[in-house]
């Protein structure tokens, strides 16, 4: 079981920004997916997570309303659309999977991540 992040990048505040979370070797429709993520000197948190086969989705108070979780099984990938980007979003971005949501303490494979920097 493989996921790799991408699509971190430098954006201004008010900006946007497509995260990817490529999976190679299963399906990724059969797995929830949760995004995660942690800034320097911060713990490690969740931010958004789709379930497998129905779908739902889950986010952080911190994020309702300017990011969206989706899935495109076709490109086993699942995607987090972050919109109107402030600069306490800066941090590097993890995906992770598991039967259920994942939550930080079960995930015990993280991927290298993806850096998310906002900045004028």
């Known amino acids: 079981v493989m996921v790799v992040e991408s699509g971190g990048d430098l954006v201004q505040p008010g900006g946007s920004l497509r995260l990817s979370c490529a999976a190679s070797g299963f399906n990724i429709v059969d797995y929830a997916t949760g995004w995660f993520r942690q800034a320097p000197g911060k713990e490690r948190e969740g931010v958004s997570c789709i379930t497998s086969t129905r779908g739902n989705t889950w986010y952080a108070d911190s994020v309702k309303g300017r990011f969206t979780i989706s899935r495109d099984n076709a490109k086993n990938t699942v995607f987090l659309q972050m919109n109107s980007l402030k600069p306490e979003d800066a941090a590097i971005y993890y995906c992770?999977?598991?039967?259920?949501?994942?939550?930080?303490?079960?995930?015990?494979?993280w991927g290298q991540g993806t850096q998310v920097t906002v900045s004028s």
């Open positions: 992770a999977v598991d039967y259920t949501c994942p939550v930080v303490a079960t995930v015990t494979n």
